[in-house]
């Protein structure tokens, strides 16, 4: 199995740190934080990580090469023209890359301990979701999970953590454009056919100055 670092967004919330630096290059622990994903999905087994890159983009492939130092080949799909496509339009422009079999994707700027797996199999879903407890952020959360479904309206609801694992054919009605996911996942859950799962492991959504700072806090206090 394929994976893709989302890594092309612009991460204005992250100002003023993202205007020299991309968000998936800005260090978590004294390190990048995209190479904590790197290093993991190195290490569960992946052998092929394809990166979308638009803003500042051409840093991260010359901070991360051709991934040989990991043992994995770095694919890069360049948005950087057209600008970033939001998540369903940078999986497609990406889909040359990722081939006609399921795929882990996984966002550049989130930083957990959720064990990836290569051998993951949808069964007969087109995709599976990783749920999280809602963060103060999100607090209303994002999807409901019912006898291991994912629904649009629960009494309960979590927070999509931004990984997950597609059937690559989802894609295949979006264009080649700025497309969000989340309309097309919700037309695929009405059509149960998406499964899930919740994670309660450590999960950070990095996507303020001050979240950076508390999950660097978080690593000085458990080293």
Known sequence: MKAMILAAGRGERMRPLTDTTPKPLLKVGGKELIVWHIEKLAKNGFKEIVINIAHLGQQIPEA??????????????????????ETAGGIKKALS???????????GDVFCDYEFDPAFDLQNKLAHLVLVPNPPHNEKGDFGLENSLVV???????????IAYYNPMIFNTVKLEKSPLAPLLRQLIDQKAVSGEIFK????????PQRLEEINEILTTTS
């Open 64 to 85: 991360l090469g051709n991934g040989e130092c990991w043992g994995v080949k770095l694919y890069y799909s360049d948005e950087q023209t057209s600008g970033a496509l």
């Open 97 to 107: 890359f990722l081939g006609d079999k399921p795929f882990l994707v996984v966002n």
């Open 152 to 162: 649009n309206h629960s009494s309960e609801l979590w927070t999509f953590s931004g």
């Open 201 to 208: 492991g450590l999960f950070k959504d990095i996507g303020t």
